[in-house]
């Protein structure tokens, strides 16, 4: 069996490689191919592209998925993967960066010593410096909204020895697992209000959804501590993009250090805009394309499930010859009918497992052999079953 994959020429090399030339075909492109089992993107936009219907998987390297249309993908019968984590690191440290360019006029600084001409430049410098005085973080109180792998890492960092800032987080749905890593000297908010009203500065690291779309709005600007410093790697529309140049002009806000460019942040004197490089690292590049190549290999070869967003972990280990997958809407007694059709057919199921998230869901059924026109005949009958959208016959994978 060999899969037909597009990758985009902007994912690590790294990942890409580890496609075994004699199961994989590959080609580049931003957009899935007729035929395509396989997408391995970035951060380009797909709402608008039609999904082939061929298409089993999409990978993103990285983290955000708002550039993947996940209900439509999943209508399809395409499971999307990401790279959680993968990058996070990179995005901290740039994070670190941001703050202190907040705390200091670093980019003026450096334009304004670019520009001088002349012998005596150390003497020009010495003169012209107090414009560029600065002030320190330490002792100061960071608000980090999203403690997630970027914003745990952030406040855990920001609260250490080495910045010695006071944290205060706020995560509504934070998982067991972050939560047992981040520092005991960060303080939990209940509302994003009471980060927003005392913090000197204040980063964002959510997702974008329909939930965190403008979360910072004029609203909640207006609440902020006045002169306090916005940051934003999270993603453009997390923000109200009016309202922080309004609260910039009148400042309520001293500064806005952001990933993300439109035309009117650009070259004004409040805001350092980065050109979308957060997870821009070799190692950051590296661990998300290896992590999400794994994951699509893992699925395309053997059906199981890891860090998909769009389906909950489904790993069951291949113990027999044949592997049924069922992508399906999560109705009642959607297992009965599949089991009754094998049953029906006289099989005897070795293993079976079925995982649900939202209204959708996976089961993967293991079967001894099967004769091939009969397993089709079998494919078929599931096809069949109402609210069924993708049936795959996978065999066990030659060690
Ligand atoms: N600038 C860049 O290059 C990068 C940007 N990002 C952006 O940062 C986001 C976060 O990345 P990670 O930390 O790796 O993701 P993550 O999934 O590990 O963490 C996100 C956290 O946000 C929390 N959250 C969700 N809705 C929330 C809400 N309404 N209020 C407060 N918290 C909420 C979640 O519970 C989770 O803990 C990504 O979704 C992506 O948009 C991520 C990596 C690189
Ligand atoms: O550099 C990239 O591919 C995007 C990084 C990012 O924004 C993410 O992982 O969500």
Redesign the pocket.
Known sequence: MTYQITTSTTVSQDGIALFDQDKYHLQTGEQPHTGDDGLLIRSVNLHDTPLNPELLTIGRA?????NIPLEKAVDQGVVVFNA??A??N??KE?VFAALVIGARPLMAGNAWVNHLKGQDIDVQVEAGKKAYVGTELLGKQLGV????????RVANGASSLAFGMHVVG??????VD?AWNLSHHIHHADT?EEVLRDSDYVT??????G??KE?INAQRIAMMKPGSVLLN???DD?IDEQAILAALDRGQLRGYVT??ASPKLLHHPKVTV?P?????TTA?ETNSAKMVVQTMKNYLETGNIRNSVTFPDCVMQFAAPLRLTLIHKNVPNMVGRMTAILANYDLNIVNMMNRSQGDYAYTMIDLDHVAEKRLQRIATKLEQIENVIRVRVIEQPKR
């Not at 706020?170 to 998982?175: A, F, K, L, R, S």
């Open positions: 990285g983290v955000g998925v708002n959680p984590g990058n996070a990179g995005v740039l909204i999203g403690l997630g792998h970027v914003g745990g706020y995560d509504p749905y934070i998982e972050t994003i964002l690291h959510v997702p974008l959804t939930e965190t979360m790697f999270a993603r997390v990933d993300f980065f979308h490089i957060g997870g821009s950051a």
